[in-house]
């Protein structure tokens, strides 16, 4: 059997997939197999024609196939399990047809939301299972027995350990999205319950930017005869990514980062910091300094968390400022520059951070700041790139003259982060994050009416 791809919707055999042969133009959702009414939902959705991964995999999937996807982040993944899982659901309308299981609460209700797009004329019931909701609002949600499940593997536990009557024996289809941050979040022991309870007789999709030792094993265990699909050979950046990087001694990188979100205004930024402390900081830091900064980080509750995603989207905030929990599967359209303001401790996860911008054919701007302690992870960094980036320029006289004005301004989000660590000791429940309110533009304000008193 070929393992070429061509447009018809033939599936090719069990062989690792590369590029594919088939002339651009030709290729289609419908010739792929999608059926007419997912076509339609694909034309509403701005899907003009299939991305790489979606062309190599939904054959084999409509096929009936096990399926692996490897693919670089931003390359359309979540249609390649949808379209298939739709299309089946379709020919054999099911409750509790399909399980998608995710590492983080955002990417969960991403993935619901284009389920919910690509079969809304078809009346697909969708239910999001996360932590930080409250557990008896989902359980009547699971009640109902929607038709397509997704969830953390954490709190799908809980309800199937404690929600009466809620059980997965009917589930038709499994699929892991970004596995190996799955396995890596320490979820094994969760998502071996999980298997153990859903049915032997499924079809199951594995979906991973990268393929770890962990994510070869949870294949042996779970996946029959599987179609490996990958649409790039080694970890890559996409090629309209600008990717660059900065030098500058630690004691001044939040000068260094302002002066870039200066230099850049007018932009869309995602700022990646390593720890939710240092996040919450950083954006007090900077709307201290009058820029529309909001904070995106695990120690906020879920609704905090999707204002902050939702206030980005819709653009009226202009810089997110985020732990990893951005850096992975969010498709948000309009990122136009990303700041690794700490450099992350693990060479892959810098590829998905780079990877929220310059997606879908877009370019996009990319800069690393590297102090004199973080020169080891970048050049670990690099080597697993497979290339040396530019230095990005700067102005160094330009740089020191912001000294005093950001100086001022972390000491106002010290002392901000004092009073709301003060308030959430005070009244349990208060979350440390109430910061984003409309009336919070800056510290200062609130200092200059006490003063008045």
Known sequence: ????????????????????????????????????????????????????????????????????????????????????VLQTLLDNPQRMYCLVLTPTRELAFQISEQFEALGASIGVKCAVIVGGMDMMTQSMVLAKKPHIIIATPGRLVDHLENTKGFNLRALKYLVMDEADRILNMDFEQEVNKILKVIPKERKTYLYSATMTSKVAKLQRACLKNPVKVEVSTK??????????????????????????????AGNSFIVFCSTCANTQRVALMLRNLGMTAIPLHGQMNQTKRLGALNKFKSKSRSILIATDVASRGLDIPHVNVVVNFDIPTHSKDYIHRVGRTARAGKSGKAITLVTQYDVELYQRIEQLIGKKLPLYK???????????????????????????????????GVDADDDDTEEAVGFRKKLKSKKKK
């Open 235 to 264: 970890y890559q950046t996409v090629d309209k990514l600008q990717q660059s990087y900065c030098f500058i001694p630690a004691k001044f990188k939040d000068v260094y980062l302002v002066y870039i979100l200066n230099e850049l």
């Open 1 to 84: 059997m070929s393992s070429s791809s061509e447009s018809e919707s033939e599936a090719p055999g069990p062989s690792i997939l590369e590029e594919d042969d088939a002339p651009e133009e030709t290729v289609t959702f419908k010739s792929l197999g999608v059926t007419d009414v997912l076509c339609e939902a694909c034309e509403i959705l701005g899907w003009k024609a299939p991305s790489k991964i979606q062309k190599e995999s939904i054959p084999v999937a409509l096929q009936g196939s096990d399926v692996i996807g490897l693919a670089e982040t931003g390359s359309g993944k979540t249609g390649s399990f949808a379209l298939p």
């Open 394 to 428: 700067t102005e160094q006289e330009e740089v020191m003259m912001m000294t005093e004005r950001v100086t001022e301004a972390q000491r106002y989000a010290k002392m901000e982060m004092n009073e709301a660590a003060k308030k959430k000791g005070k009244r349990k």
